[in-house]
């Protein structure tokens, strides 16, 4: 397969910097972006095959100028990876309203702002229309977490948001969607990247939430180096899946979720079926 571009989000550590790693190694070409890309150093990077570039997701100025670089650069990009975001941990009453509405901007609008941006890029400018777009969700956009009520917000939003835009595009576009729904890795997320509640509800004395990511950090089954790989096997595949869980305990989630679904939606068939206008005839 011909080199491809990959445009990432967030490369400074973690998910981002591995996968940026993986590209270089296997002959491909990177748009790195960071908030401040000076910082960004990969041992395999030339001016040939790599380009760092500041980027804010938040800002849509700073999205575009992005993009605007990384083209005029390569010429093309064939596959664009939002891996960039954050974990806010707390109680939901613990939780100011700038936290949730910055966790929020950051894990969800700033994902928009480039996933506006990419489809254009992948629709419009590339010599062959065409991409891949990867959106690096959670477990936790599928399932429920305590102490992560907002963070799991913002992953949910990214899923529907994501399902819902694939049924838009059309086919001879040939760009596809896939939402990458990590368990937990042993990356900076649950470290120093993670924030938490300022100020402690007094009602909620049963939970501390800094001190389990506290014990939790460092002791996640996942190896982040071996997440970034499977994400790039991912965007080699010709018919990427719209969805995606790595780590074996984000796959043991999601089989036990989708069992108790199997389980609670036809228990209460006959009164999801009784609502509906009388003779209507349901489609085929």
């Not at 490369?11 to 990177?30: A, I, M, N, P």
């Not at 929020?104 to 702002?113: A, D, H, I, S, T």
């Not at 305590?146 to 529907?160: D, H, L, N, R």
Request: glycine content about 8%; aromatic content about 10%; proline content about 4%.
């Amino acid at each position: 397969m011909a080199p491809q571009v990959f445009f990432i989000t967030g490369t400074s550590t973690g998910f981002g910097y591995y996968y940026v790693e993986k590209c270089l190694k296997e002959g491909d070409k990177v748009i790195a972006t960071a908030r401040n890309s000076s910082k960004l150093s990969f041992p395999d990077a030339t001016k040939d095959n790599y380009l760092a570039v500041d980027c804010d997701v938040t800002d849509t100025s700073s999205v575009t100028k992005a993009f605007e670089k990384g083209f005029a650069h390569f010429k093309r990009i064939d596959v664009v990876v939002n891996n960039a975001g954050y974990g806010l941990s707390g109680e939901f009453e613990s939780l100011s309203e700038q936290q949730i509405r910055t966790q929020m901007e950051v894990n969800f609008f700033g994902l928009l702002n480039v996933t506006r941006e990419a489809l254009h890029y992948l629709r419009d400018k590339n010599p062959t229309s065409g991409g891949h777009i990867q959106q690096i969700t959670s477990i936790g956009g599928q399932r429920g977490v305590p102490t992560f009520s907002i963070y799991c917000a913002s992953k949910w939003a990214v899923e529907g948001y994501t399902e819902a835009l694939s049924h838009e595009l059309k086919p001879e576009w040939n760009i596809s969607l896939t939402c990458i729904e990590p368990g937990g890795f042993r990356t900076d997320w649950a470290g120093r990247s993670m924030a938490f509640a300022e100020k402690k509800h007094p009602a909620y004395d049963h939970i501390n939430a800094k001190e389990t990511m506290q014990k939790r950090n460092g002791t996640q089954a996942g190896e982040p180096k071996k997440g970034a790989e499977a994400m790039w096997e991912v965007a080699k595949m010709k018919d990427p899946p719209l969805r995606l869980v790595i780590g074996s305990d984000a796959y043991t989630a999601i089989m036990g979720k989708i069992k108790a679904y199997g389980e609670n939606y036809p228990k209460y068939e006959k009164l999801s079926n009784s609502t509906d206008v009388e003779g209507y005839e349901r489609p085929s």
